[in-house]
């Protein structure tokens, strides 16, 4: 290998992108080109980095497919780091076919494990999981051993489960030590505080309390009939009768839980289920309707009895009720709620769910992304919205050793 390229090449593997810079600054070679666009990613110009390894890709040629491969693998993180999951991420698999192919074990686990990160972005947790339980993480360099346990916490939390998250998050953090890179120890840190936060509001009998992710666990495996406004369902135990596509019956669901024991009067669900300051005939008509698909929906986790001034919940075979939600109310909050079930969305969804136009969800969703609530990835009607509280992409390149050598 050319002296300066490997040492660049070592420079970069040490996460020291500015010694690896001088080595290759003003050459325009192949394997300058790649490493100056992976040393441009760790300092965060993307933009300039993405351009960097195209150039690569291109000078290479076909003759030289794993080093072709070893740069499109650059992009794809970089792809994955802008939620661009668009034309880039396409040729990942034939990448990851080809490191295989050519017997570069390190950079084919490596494309792996970006490949469950992608999953797990846009929210199909178990093709994530498939990915991960294939992949020999052995394999995988230190620095990307991190991000692959980073991935598994960012699974195990959105599947609530809380054990699996720590012994994950563990295994990440002993990684980021070993390599010492900052930026790694912060990713680490940064899942720690996320794990630790309170992941929901419990809301029962007219009181309310913020939950851990394990509270939140140990009440989803109680008797408790649970209103969750998190995931937009009535759940008791493994029971699951999702309420995301009947905005107007989760809002009844959740008026007569939040009253439970006690009954909720018809004037009162009228204003949660239709906003109606002033009920007429029509929304009384509307409201009978409603309660009558609500009972026949619930019905293997609950009854409604009517009683004289409206409706009470009545739940099967438990003596508690309690409403899961969001840690926080505000403006929005629903549409956080819908998006914390991990998934990706559309907007178009999103508005059907909420039983509001497309331009209001879309104004929300723009408002909650630059607070950094939401983050979305695709163009067009391909874009997809999804909460971003959940660890699991770390937002520096560590491509793995050997680098490209031409």
């Given amino acids: 290998m050319d002296p300066l390229i490997a040492t660049a090449a070592r420079a970069l593997a040490a996460g020291d992108p500015l010694a690896a810079m001088k080595r290759v600054a003003l050459?325009?070679?192949?394997?300058?080109?790649?490493?100056?666009?992976?040393?441009?990613?760790?300092?965060?110009?993307?933009?300039?980095?993405?351009?960097?390894?195209?150039?690569?890709?291109r000078a290479f040629g076909p003759k030289e497919p794993m080093a072709r491969a070893r740069c499109i693998l650059a992009e794809t993180e970089i792809a994955l780091v802008l939620r661009d999951l668009g034309g880039t991420l396409q040729t990942l698999d034939t990448a990851r076919k080809a490191l295989e192919t050519h017997g570069d074990r390190v950079n084919a686990a490596h494309a792996a494990y970006l490949e469950a990160r992608r999953f797990l972005?846009?929210?199909?947790?178990?093709?994530?999981?498939?990915?991960?339980?294939?992949?020999?993480?052995?394999?995988?360099?230190?620095?990307?051993?991190?991000?692959?346990w980073l991935v598994a916490t960012g699974i195990a939390m959105r599947r609530i489960r809380t054990a699996d998250a720590r012994s994950a998050l563990d295994h990440a953090r002993n990684a980021a030590q070993e390599t010492g890179i900052p930026s790694l120890l912060a990713e680490t840190e940064r899942a720690a505080s996320a794990l630790a936060a309170p992941a929901a509001r419990q809301i029962s009998e007219g009181r309310e309390r913020l939950l851990g992710l394990a509270e939140v666990e140990a009440l989803i495996a109680s008797d408790t009939l649970i209103v969750d406004a998190c995931r937009n369902a009535l759940r008791r135990r493994n029971t699951v009768i999702p309420l995301a596509?009947?905005?107007v019956l989760f809002a009844l669901a959740r008026a007569l839980a939040e009253a439970w024991p006690r009954d909720v009067s018809r004037q009162t669900l009228l204003a949660h289920a239709f906003r109606a300051r002033e009920a007429d005939e029509s929304h009384r008509a509307r409201l009978r309707v409603e309660m009558g698909r609500l009972r026949k929906l619930i019905e293997p986790l609950a009854g409604l009895n009517a009683t004289d001034r409206g409706f009470r919940l009545e739940p099967h075979d438990t003596t508690a009720v309690a409403?899961?939600?969001?840690?926080?109310?505000?403006?929005?909050?629903?549409?956080?709620?819908?998006?914390?079930?991990?998934?990706?969305?559309?907007?178009?969804?999103?508005?059907?769910?909420l039983d509001v136009s497309s331009r209001t969800v879309q104004r929300a969703l723009e408002?909650?992304?630059?607070?950094?609530k939401v983050e979305w990835f695709g163009r067009g009607r391909a874009r997809r919205w999804i909460a971003s509280n959940v660890p699991g992409f770390p937002t520096s390149l560590l491509l793995p050793a050997p680098l490209p050598t031409g």
């Fill in 121 to 148: 972005l846009i929210g199909r947790l178990d093709e994530a999981e498939q990915m991960l339980s294939m992949l020999d993480s052995d394999a995988l360099p230190i620095a990307s051993r991190c991000g692959y």
């Fill in 323 to 353: 409403v899961l939600a969001p840690p926080v109310d505000g403006d929005h909050a629903e549409l956080l709620a819908l998006l914390a079930d991990g998934a990706a969305w559309s907007s178009s969804a999103l508005a059907l769910a």
């Fill in 245 to 247: 596509g009947r905005p």
């Fill in 367 to 372: 408002a909650l992304a630059e607070e950094g």
């Fill in 27 to 57: 050459r325009e070679d192949p394997p300058a080109l790649a490493l100056r666009g992976i040393a441009m990613a760790q300092i965060g110009d993307f933009p300039h980095a993405r351009d960097l390894l195209r150039r690569a890709v």
